[in-house]
């Protein structure tokens, strides 16, 4: 975790947000950003694509490319340039993916000081 652009405070509170959006809705996505630093200057983002689906949910691993996006990143609302959820990559290879379920998000959320 690069610390030279956001301090844990801004993770954790960029955490909360990312979290809450997945939350509103049965059929959402979300991301949590891992590493970032200056996006003005930046190339990517390392970031964690939650996908909702009803009570189930799935993270993966992945990064935003920056020079890639149709936009400017914002990273207020990350989940924006996030892709849609895909089990294989290009290569026909399985991605890695993480389950849960959206009970434990919250309760996750709620520890780190949102309730």
């Known amino acids: 975790?690069?610390?030279?652009?956001?301090?844990?405070?801004?993770?954790?509170?960029?955490?909360?947000?990312?979290?809450?959006?997945?939350?509103?809705?049965?059929?959402?996505?979300?991301?949590?950003?891992?590493?970032?630093?200056?996006?003005?200057?930046?190339?990517?983002?390392?970031?964690?694509?939650?996908y909702r689906e009803g009570e189930a949910v799935h993270v993966q691993n992945s990064i935003i490319f920056l020079d890639g996006l149709e936009e400017e990143f914002n990273p207020q609302e990350p989940w924006r340039y996030v892709e849609a959820r895909s089990l294989v990559d290009e290569d026909g290879n399985q991605i890695s993916e993480w389950s849960t379920t959206i009970s434990e998000v919250r309760r996750f959320r709620e520890s780190i000081g949102g309730q």
């Not at 809705?25 to 964690?48: G, K, R, V």
């Open 1 to 50: 975790m690069d610390l030279s652009f956001w301090t844990l405070a801004y993770y954790s509170r960029s955490w909360e947000r990312a979290l809450r959006e997945l939350e509103a809705s049965e059929n959402s996505t979300s991301c949590l950003i891992s590493s970032i630093t200056d996006p003005e200057t930046a190339n990517f983002i390392f970031c964690w694509p939650i």
